[in-house]
Nanobody
Framework: VQLQASGGGLVQGGGSLRLSCVASGSTFNIGDMAWYRQAPGNQRELVAVFTSDGTSNYADSVNGRFTISRHKNTATVYLQMNSLKPEDTAVYYC?????????????WGQGTLVTVSS
């Protein structure tokens, strides 16, 4: 499984961005998909997850501003980010959990940089 993330960039505070992550390879064996982020000097943290059974969960810091969605047929996950704040500045990583034949495997995209100016 390979993950290709895109959509990062520079945006003013209060603005919006939409991240996309396209999975390729053995996508039938992908379960949960998620977005993580890592700001300079900080640990990588979970932003939002879209589970294989269709539920979504968010970090408290983004709840109500970010929306994760998933196109199951194309194994693509999106992160719509609204009302962006400077503290949202980070490298955002796409993540996929392997299931069935790929059970226990974890896959990461290459990261896409989001910079929010004040």
């Amino acid at each position: 499984v390979q993950l290709q993330a895109s959509g990062g960039g520079l945006v003013q505070g209060g603005g919006s961005l939409r991240l996309s992550c396209v999975a390729s390879g053995s996508t039938f064996n992908i379960g949960d998909m998620a977005w993580y982020r890592q700001a300079p000097g900080n640990q990588r943290e979970l932003v939002a997850v879209f589970t294989s059974d269709g539920t979504s969960n968010y970090a408290d810091s983004v709840n109500g501003r970010f929306t994760i969605s998933r196109h199951k047929n194309t194994a693509t996950v999106y992160l719509q980010m609204n009302s962006l704040k400077p503290e949202d500045t980070a490298v955002y990583y796409c993540y996929a959990q392997g299931v069935r034949l790929l059970r226990g495997r974890r896959y990461w995209g290459q990261g896409t940089l989001v910079t929010v100016s004040s």
